[in-house]
């Protein structure tokens, strides 16, 4: 058996523990709970949202270069001089007008023919306004569908950034989760210890009272009664803070109560874990932040696709109607359509979109050292997260094996005690060894509920909701 873990669906008739739909590892039903809870109300994760909501948006923008853009443009102008164009009308008509009029005079009649000035007609209008609709409708322009593909890879990638957080949250709750267990089951114990040191102080007293004892075996016992409650102390404290950090991963007020799994589900999934196994052929390959950085990738080449695509020519039809001239009115000669095909295509912008097209190809190759350097670096954490389980595995089976040798010689010196026949250091001794044996069985087992957990996270095991 190469490595012990994890996949523990037998104990789903077991234990009233949460199991995964598919994979994963088993945990109490009440850690599930604040996992599910987190997921609703973090903060942080929260705080994620808004970047998923930019991606969706900004695909949407690119989507939206598919459609025709429409405009109203109402323009209104006044103006007061400028160029002119100057027509010599006068010169042209006013010598033929004389020779017509003398030639009517000749004859006995007036002259009808009057005497034209040269004309100057200026560019612009004193009065103008325009005012239309105008429809740009792209049919050739390449760049938007690399556009939209690369935006389309943005979004997932975005959305597997955040299922890696999610999952990256799960673990921090359960993590916190069992460090609180962890700290209460030791207050508990330690509780029960400081009744014998107590009872152990009480009877030494008596004893050098009586004069059975010297003052050496009194003072023993106080030390002994006071290193417990100093232990005491800071067991409170640590299950103190791991109750404030797990409620504020859940977004609750830091003292609220914290549920605990009852002791035989904990021991029931812990009698799972040391005797399942961890399946050879784990691999990082499921995790998120591969999947976040496939996408990045494919966004960047895509990119490059579209900055490539900026070099060729485009082809779009345009259409405006409305109305023009003097004054705001319809009918008659007012009203005006025009229907254009635009074909458009550079010929020099000093290199800029050359050098946009470096830039995209050097994003691309960078996203792609990330992946792979990240691919690696899960590799090597799914690797120790195993060896992890498989020491936790190891160091659970020796710390209650200990526990077990360490009650029963407990046994066996109180009786002794209880007859006379043993010395109350001896008993001390064996109430220390039995204080600690049931301490580092507590801390192994959550060791291994922490162990198994980062090893779930590491192989993606179980499904996110």
Do not use: C
């Not at 760049?143 to 389309?152: D, F």
């Not at 106080?222 to 800071?234: G, H, W």
């Not at 404290?237 to 904990?266: C, I, K, M, Y």
């Not at 690797?383 to 089976?397: C, I, M, S, T």
């Amino acid at each position: 058996m190469r490595r012990h873990l994890l996949f523990v669906f037998a104990l789903a008739a077991t234990a009233p523990s949460r199991l995964p739909a598919a994979g994963g590892t088993a945990i109490p039903a009440a850690a599930a709970a604040y996992v599910a809870e987190a997921f609703e109300r973090n903060v942080a994760l929260q705080g994620r949202l808004p970047d998923l909501e930019q991606a969706r948006a900004r695909l949407d923008e690119v989507r939206g270069a598919y459609q025709p853009r429409v405009d109203l443009v109402a323009r209104y102008s006044r103006a007061d001089g400028g160029r002119t164009i100057d027509f010599p009308t006068g010169d042209l008509l006013n010598g033929a007008y004389r020779t017509l009029n003398d030639y009517l005079r000749s004859q006995g009649q007036p002259g009808v023919f009057p005497q034209v000035a040269n004309q100057s007609i200026a560019l612009l209008r004193d009065r103008e306004q325009e005012t239309k609709v105008r429809v740009v409708q792209p049919i050739y322009r390449p760049e938007i569908s690399r556009g939209v593909r690369a935006g389309r890879a943005a979004l997932l990638s975005r959305e597997a950034q955040l299922a890696a957080y999610r999952r990256e949250l799960r673990l921090t709750v359960l993590t916190a989760y069992h460090g609180y267990l962890q700290s209460e089951a030791a207050v508990e114990i330690l509780a029960s210890a400081a009744q014998l040191t107590a009872e152990a102080v009480r009877v030494n007293r008596l004893l050098e009272e009586a004069g059975k004892v010297t003052e050496d075996r009194v003072l023993r016992a106080e030390a002994d009664d006071l290193a417990v409650a100093q232990q005491r102390a800071e067991a409170r404290r640590d299950g103190n803070s791991a109750r404030s950090f797990l409620n504020f991963l859940v977004n609750r007020p830091l003292a609220t109560p914290v549920d605990r799994a009852p002791e035989a589900e904990l021991q029931a999934l812990a009698d799972a874990l040391v005797a399942g196994e961890i399946p050879s052929a784990l691999s990082p390959d499921r995790r998120e932040e591969l999947q976040a950085l496939q996408n990045a990738v494919a966004a960047a080449v895509a990119s490059e696709d579209a900055q490539r695509a900026r070099l060729w020519p485009t082809l779009a039809l345009a259409v405006e109607g409305g109305i023009q001239g003097a004054g705001y009115r319809t009918g008659g000669d007012a009203g005006f359509l025009q229907g254009s095909l635009v074909a458009e295509v550079n010929l020099w912008d000093g290199r800029e979109r050359h050098s946009r097209l470096r830039q995209a190809r050097a994003e691309v190759r960078k996203m792609e050292l990330q992946l792979e350097e990240t691919r690696q670096q899960l590799a090597l954490q799914l690797q120790q997260a195993g060896d992890e389980v498989e020491a936790a595995v190891a160091a659970l089976r020796a710390s209650q094996a200990r526990s077990r040798a360490a009650s029963r010689a407990f046994e066996l010196v109180a009786q002794r005690d209880r007859e006379g026949l043993a010395n109350q250091l001896t008993f001390l001794d064996a109430r220390n060894e039995r204080t600690r044996a049931e301490l580092n069985r507590t801390v192994t087992r959550g060791r291994l509920f922490v162990a198994a957990a980062a090893l779930d996270r590491a192989a993606a095991l179980s499904p996110l909701p």
